[in-house]
């Protein structure tokens, strides 16, 4: 593919050793797969597997209780309660290791201005959001880093206070003028299952403290490129760890190299903030580790790039008759051992 100077092909012509062989692929509708009967770890149980793309929260789940599918993604955290009582479904839940955040472009002027990221952060209520958008399946973030990680604090140092955000505002010059877009994910995350009302909700907020917010929302692929360009004020993202390691998600969001790749949507780059991620990434004593991170996340409640808003509960419903479905903790979906009751 390299050779051919079409190395962009991997992700729509996978090569691997998996324990499904790719089959068909259309894409917003499905990817069939077939078992590998070479797999070297023997030949998985199920013959034929298919991802029917559906970005419709509400949607999968009727689909699943139709039995037109098997295993659904997750669930909008208003319907876990009603799945749980259905005699045919199981919900497998899981403290996610993962983040949702609001982000502020420090390119974007006023937002290079420190006291207006803070009074931004104290302006949004964030245990109101979680109990509206989570609806019991999150807890309000201390940190970008999940708790289960090594280094995570507790204590984002951002408590809701309108009062002390007008007061910032008013420090900083901006006590009534201040206009600014909030660019909100038009999909359904693990960690933000509902990133429109979440943006909704903090555009009240700030118009509480004076300011004035425009929600702005584009195609998820199109968001995705427009933000890592820069164009966003404020932004709504977050992520699923891939390892459980903290540097994964305090590098991939807010490293320097970030910035340029785009992943550091904030585009903010510091550098004791990175002199730390990087020692992180050497020292191998955990509890040298734990120390270099929470002086990262020290800095991080200083300088706030991001406002760590929650933390989720992952919750993915399955029929009763999936068998051997096992939970990952990084989002992952592994059918290699799954099979289904006769």
């Known amino acids: 593919m390299v050779a051919a100077g079409t190395p962009e092909l991997i992700d729509s012509e996978p090569v691997g050793t998996g324990p499904f062989v790719l089959q068909a692929y259309v894409p917003d509708s499905q990817i069939r797969y077939a078992a590998n009967k070479d797999y070297w770890r023997g030949a998985p149980k199920i013959d034929t597997l298919v991802f029917a793309v559906t970005p419709e929260p509400t949607t999968r789940v009727e689909r699943l209780k139709a039995n037109e599918c098997q295993v659904a993604a997750p669930p909008p955290p208003s319907a876990v309660a ?14 996610g290791q993962n983040i949702g955040i609001l982000g502020f472009n420090v390119e974007h002027q006023p937002l290079g201005d420190v006291r207006v990221r803070m009074a931004l952060a104290k302006a949004v209520d964030r245990k109101a959001i979680v109990d509206a958008v989570y609806a019991g399946a999150g807890t309000v973030a201390g940190s970008v880093v999940p708790p289960a990680q090594i280094g995570a604090v507790t204590d984002a140092g951002i408590d809701y206070d309108p009062d002390g955000a007008k007061a910032l505002l008013k420090e900083a010059g901006h006590e009534s003028d201040l206009k600014i877009s909030l660019w909100a994910m038009p ?21 509480k403290v004076g300011v004035n917010a425009e929600i702005v929302s584009f195609e998820w692929g199109e968001y995705l490129k427009r933000t890592a360009a820069g164009e966003q004020d404020a932004y709504l993202l977050g992520g699923s760890s891939d390892n459980g390691d903290p540097d994964n998600m305090l590098s991939y969001l807010l490293s320097c190299d970030g910035v340029k790749g785009g992943s550091n949507r904030s585009r903010w780059c510091d550098p004791a903030f990175e002199k730390l991620l990087q020692d992180g990434r050497v020292a191998a004593d955990p509890k040298q580790r734990a120390d270099i991170y929470a002086r990262a996340q020290a800095i991080l409640k200083v300088e706030v790039p991001v406002a ?15 068998l051997n479905y096992v939970l990952d903790p990084f989002g992952r979906q592994n059918f290699a051992a799954v099979d289904m009751a006769e």
């Not at 933000?192 to 009240?204: G, H, L, T």
């Not at 933390?311 to 419903?317: G, K």
């Open 187 to 207: 999909v359904s995350r693990p960690y933000n299952p509902n990133a429109k009302r979440m943006a909704e909700m903090i555009q009240a907020d700030w118009a």
């Open 308 to 322: 760590p808003i929650a933390h989720s509960v992952v919750a993915i419903p399955i029929r009763k008759s999936v």
């Open 82 to 95: 009603d799945l749980r009582t259905d005699p045919d479904i199981t919900v497998l839940d899981l403290k």
